[in-house]
């Protein structure tokens, strides 16, 4: 079965692994000479090994891979967590036919997971660039979680009909590309700088029947964000000069972006990964002597009515339970800075 065009990648079908019993998708990377490939086949066996090690909750999971070299022509043969709930190119244009607008809250989620994503990337040693980010190499789940995938280091990418041949996506591409003979981590961030603009306005509109996006245009877009914010974000993404762009981890801790994460998050955080520190009746340990309509705090004011917060004790145990399955539940879809989440506890069901 003929999977979906992948910008990136030569050939992708869609596939069923018997061993496992899940689809998977099948994609080919296509060198165009076979002494082309044996030039680069340990290099190139070296990025491939490196992107199986990959474990990160909004990267599509790389399973294996293998060359199959013939006379004339060689091609590189990965298999990938198949995405059956579509691109967030695809969710865009939904969004806009039925005339929405982007949740300003969504943005940050979204933005939030891809950088997570990026920043792990570039932390590896040696740093993965991944090379092909657009909004059509981005998949949402249906419980909003973003997945990247389509990574096409430059190693492979360039003996790829890759998506820079395509004239809707050249935008996406820092403009070093071409210019310099090796890239670095910059590239990926100007090519999220322009996804978190297309997230914003939900398209950019393309020039005639091309699909060609001219600077113009994407001015014009830029000047369509209302949030100051946002717009400053988005421009140091798309700086001109590579060195002047932020790190991914950077941007995760920009104003557009971060937020303290509440009390309430971090103490369900604390009390689920200290579990087996703490007594299986510590809470009616801590709550017996307590009446249940006791003040625990009197704030006074000089201009107007004091307020009495009350513990409701009854009610307390239940409420913790359930707010902490709820909230770690929605902290791991979420994509939250790894500052927060890289020591989180597996626990079971969540």
Known sequence: ?????????????????????????????????RKNFK???????????????????NIVKFHKYWADVKENKARVIFITEYMSSGSLKQFLKKT??????????AWKRWCTQILSALSYLHSCDPPIIHG????????IQH???????????????????????????????????????????????????MCALEMAVLEIQGN??????????????????EDPLQREFIQKCLELDPGKRPTARELLFNQALFEVP?????????????????????L?????????????????????EGVKMILLVAAFPYSVEEEIVGILSKTRESGLPALWVENLPQTDGL
């Not at 092909?132 to 998949?139: A, E, G, P, S, V």
Request: net charge negative; hydrophobic share 40%.
């Open 96 to 105: 806009k036919k039925n005339h929405k607008t982007m949740n300003e809250k």
């Open 284 to 304: 009616e340990e801590m709550t017996k002597n307590m009446d249940m309509n006791a003040v625990l705090a009197e704030i006074n004011h000089t201009d107007r």
């Open 143 to 193: 419980n909003g979680l973003i997945k990247i995938g389509s990574v096409a280091p430059d190693t492979i990418n360039n003996h790829v009909k890759t998506c820079r041949e395509e004239q809707k996506n050249l935008h996406f591409f820092a403009p070093e590309y071409g210019e310099v003979t090796n890239v670095t981590t910059a590239v990926d961030i100007y090519s999220f700088g």
């Open 132 to 139: 092909n980010l657009t909004c059509d190499t981005i998949f």
């Open 208 to 225: 005639g029947e091309s699909s060609y996006v001219p600077q113009e245009a994407i001015n014009s877009a830029i000047q369509l964000l």
């Open 39 to 57: 030039l680069q086949e340990e290099k190139v066996k070296a990025v491939f090994d490196n992107l199986i090690q990959l474990e990160h909750l």
């Open 262 to 282: 509440s009390m309430k998050l971090l103490a369900a955080h604390c009390i689920v990964g200290h579990q087996h520190m703490i007594p299986e009746n510590a």
């Open 1 to 33: 079965v003929n999977q979906r065009n992948v910008p990136g990648i030569d050939s992708a079908y869609l596939a069923m692994d018997t061993e496992e019993g899940v689809e998977v998708v099948w994609n080919e990377v296509q060198f165009s000479e």
